[in-house]
């Protein structure tokens, strides 16, 4: 080792969390032990790519010393295997935040996936990685020793640990700059001290990787004279994304997302494509299998997972400029030919050409939503149920295109499996009654209140299919859908409903039912005086005694509930009320001498749609008091 000691040593602790996840790691099974290197060469390759980025502002960082690569090396007799950069390198300071705490993402998702069964959670180590801390399945004790780029020999830093509960750190000299990672391995990880199993993890692992990984020529007994030592190429060392379509594989792709895109999943599927023209860039751009933990709504700014490279340099991770935020679960790469290589943000906002590659990003992701659609429908109804509430965000802020976004989407439906979301709007048209020209769907708190809503009975009666919306985003998105492949969408619970299309409606009789049933409005009316806006004979009830409508264009009660929930100054109103005059409850209302318990009852029709609508009443004591006494007479 070059490095050489120049101050006290200084012991510290791991954050707790880090050794909770070094515990698991160190006890955890074998069965995914090589990944470690995957994990090391990954971060190496990272360590490049910022440093090549840090070099268009200041190119002399690389001086001297161009050739970014990866080295690895072994020492049978030690027993050590060593990985070294030429990377960016590390501070100190970044070093003990790097390395010693748990702020970074791999790790932090991982312990968020921590199930407490040892033995589940030792299967999820193979599946996440965990970066760095990997090292420890293999290694009883890991020496790094790094310098940043940019700071002087003697600054550089040597980290040592046994992967227990702290590790010591140094201030060596350094006269490279870069990360050397020093792995001495456990008596029984032999097959690491390989040449032939080390290009072999390589190979199956990294061979994606951008940036020449090299390794020593495995020397025979018969050039053992031979002075000099071979040093060869053991990857592909080019970027995937610019080699041809026909020369990688499933599982090149793969590997390739998970290291690009930081994740432990397998993608769902991916697009790769070279657009030439006034601008040229390629693109790789991938869905994931599972929701990367962080892309919840309030993600929405700090998007991370597509990665701009401007000829072949990274750049930044830039997926809030080149993707919509309801396209935030994309992951892959984009790298331009004509963008400067001095972008900023800020230029990346304003800048014509990339609102270009935005919009075909955006055109060639629905597209391959669109072909699991169509091709793969067990892959799209696990994207649909991991990122469908995402996509339809999409409805509302992508108006160019709506219909694009409209069609993939998928609901329950009166007439689908319960609560499961896999009818189309197109599927809904092709079995629409002769006569009917509306789509028609009910939004609530949940599938089982939308599908239990009264205001759907009369449909549901006439065979009519209603889609039921129980997701929080779907009212919303429904106020910026009113048609789709020219039928329009109607929300049942709001305003006038017209059946006299769907056939089967008498005319006269109903004329003479409203006229019969006005006594019995006018009555409920006055009963209930401020409670209500107004009262209504219903065509949407068969069998409950009442419900509540809003108009057309009013909000839904729930929806105004979870604004208000969320602190909005929403005005209180008072809700429009529809009764089934044919009901018993109702008729006892027309025919009950007794003003008092009358009005108990209208009160209860009152509450009851309430309920059914989801919403708490204003006075629950009361409710339980009028319905004891009814029940008691
Ligand atoms: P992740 O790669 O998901 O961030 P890791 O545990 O693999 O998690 O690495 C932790 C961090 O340590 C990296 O994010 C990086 O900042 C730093 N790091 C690891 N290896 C190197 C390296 N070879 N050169 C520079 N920094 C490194
Ligand atoms: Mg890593």
Redesign the pocket.
């Known amino acids: 080792m070059t490095a050489t000691d120049t101050s006290a040593t200084e012991t510290r602790r791991f954050e707790a969390e880090v050794e909770q996840v070094l515990k698991l790691v160190t006890h955890s099974l074998y069965s995914h032990k090589e990944i470690f290197l995957r994990?090391l060469v990954?971060?190496?390759s990272?360590?490049l790519d910022k440093l090549r980025f840090e070099a268009i502002a200041k190119p002399e960082l690389t001086a001297g010393d161009t050739d970014l690569h990866v080295e690895i090396s072994f020492d049978k007799t030690a027993r050590t295997l060593t990985l070294r950069?030429n990377?960016?390198?590390?501070s100190r300071d970044?070093v003990i935040e790097?390395?010693g705490t748990i702020a970074?993402?791999?790790?932090r998702r991982f312990l968020d996936a921590l199930t407490g069964d040892a033995r589940k959670d030792t299967q999820l180590i193979g599946q996440f990685g965990?970066?760095?801390?990997s090292t420890f399945v293999v290694a009883d004790s890991v020496t790094l020793v790094?310098r940043r780029a940019d700071l002087p020999a003697e600054a550089a830093v040597r980290w040592t640990s046994a992967g227990t509960s702290d590790y010591a750190l140094d201030t060596v000299t350094e006269a490279r700059r870069g990360?050397t990672?020093t792995l001495h391995l456990k008596p029984e990880e032999d097959e690491f001290l390989d040449a032939w199993k080390l290009r072999s993890l390589v190979g199956k692992y990294s061979d994606h990787i951008a940036f020449p990984i090299r390794m020593a020529k495995e020397k025979h007994d018969d050039d053992a004279e031979t002075a000099d030592v071979e040093i060869e190429t053991i990857n592909h060392a080019s970027a995937l994304w610019a080699r041809p379509k026909s020369e990688l594989s499933d599982s090149d792709y793969t590997a390739f997302y998970k290291h690009a895109a930081?994740a432990y999943d397998e993608p769902l599927a991916w697009t790769h494509n070279r657009v030439e023209g006034n601008q040229s860039y390629t693109s790789l751009l991938y869905l994931p299998t599972q929701a990367p933990y962080d892309m919840a709504f309030s993600g929405r700014d700090e998007r991370k997972g597509l990665k701009l490279y401007i000829r072949r340099v990274f750049i930044m991770d830039a997926s809030e400029h080149l993707l919509p935020a309801y396209l935030r679960f994309v992951r892959g790469v984009i790298d331009s030919d004509d963008l400067p290589l001095n972008v900023s943000r800020e230029i990346l906002q304003e800048n014509k050409l990339v609102a270009q590659i935005r919009s075909g990003l955006t055109k060639r992701t629905l597209d391959l939503i669109e072909s699991l659609a169509t091709d793969h429908p067990e892959k799209f109804a696990t994207f649909w149920s991991n990122f469908g509430a995402v996509l339809k965000e999409g409805v509302a802020e992508d108006h160019g295109n709506r219909e694009r976004i409209a069609k993939l989407l998928r609901f329950a439906s009166t007439k689908g499996e319960a609560s499961t979301t896999t009818v189309s709007l197109d599927d809904y048209i092709a079995r629409m009654k002769d006569g009917q020209d509306t789509v028609y769907y009910i939004t609530a708190d949940t599938f089982a209140a939308a599908a239990g809503s009264p205001q759907i009975e009369a449909l549901k009666a006439r065979d009519v299919e209603v889609l039921l919306m129980g997701e929080r985003i779907d009212e919303w998105m429904m106020g910026y859908l009113h048609e789709y492949a020219g039928k329009k969408l109607r929300n049942v619970a709001k305003g006038e409903l017209d059946l006299s299309k769907l056939g089967a409606v008498d005319e006269a009789g109903e004329k003479e039912a409203d006229a019969a049933a006005k006594p019995v409005v006018e009555r409920i009316k006055t009963l209930l005086g401020a409670k209500v806006k107004d009262v209504r004979a219903s065509k949407r009830l068969t069998e409950s005694a009442s419900c509540i409508v809003v108009d057309e264009y009013d909000m839904a009660p729930h929806l105004k509930r979870m604004l208000k929930a969320a602190g909005q100054d929403i005005p209180d109103s008072a809700p429009a009320l529809e009764i089934n005059a044919q009901h018993a409850l109702v008729q006892r209302v027309a025919n009950e001498a007794d003003e008092d318990l009358a009005r108990d009852i209208a009160v209860l029709l009152l509450e009851q749609a309430q309920l059914l609508e989801g919403a708490a009443l204003d006075d629950p004591a009361a409710f339980v008091k009028r319905m004891n006494a009814l029940i008691a007479r």
């Open positions: 994990e990954s971060n190496a990272d360590a950069d990377g960016i390198g590390m970044e790097n390395i970074r993402s791999g790790t965990v970066g760095f801390y790094t990360t990672i930081h």
